[in-house]
Nanobody, 126 residues
């Protein structure tokens, strides 16, 4: 029912920045809290950041808090992840996700995701 398409990944040196975008299809984008997850080789997919349906509340994993910023533009059906001060350990495939809820961002997990994007690769070199 909903398609999510990520863009903006690439290769960046440590300390640099990237801005990821996730374009969503459909007319009910604002029905969902949105999030970003990432998965590095040999590791499980982990939560990165979440934003509620209106964009009024955000929540971040401790590992990225203060460096990453999630935002959304419901008029454009798009969610963003601004990544600053990137570290080699940030290297992963980053996935956009639409959650089952509208507001439960502090407890967002993979199990609650309704729709996933296909991912975009972020590589941070040292």
């Amino acid at each position: 029912q909903v398609q999510l398409v990520e863009s903006g990944g690439g290769l960046v040196q440590a300390g640099g920045s990237l801005r990821l975008s996730c374009a969503a299809s459909g007319r009910t984008f604002s029905n969902y809290a949105m999030g970003w997850f990432r998965q590095a080789p040999g590791k499980e997919r982990e939560f990165v950041a979440a934003i509620n349906w209106s964009g009024g509340s955000t929540y971040y994993a401790d590992s990225v808090k203060g460096r990453f910023t999630i935002s959304r533009d419901n008029a454009k059906n798009t969610v963003y992840l601004q990544m600053n001060s990137l570290k080699p350990e940030d290297t992963a495939v980053y996935y956009c996700a639409a959650d089952r809820s509208r507001n439960a961002i502090s407890t967002m997990t993979s199990d609650g995701i309704l729709y996933w994007g296909k991912g975009t690769l972020v590589t941070v070199s040292s």
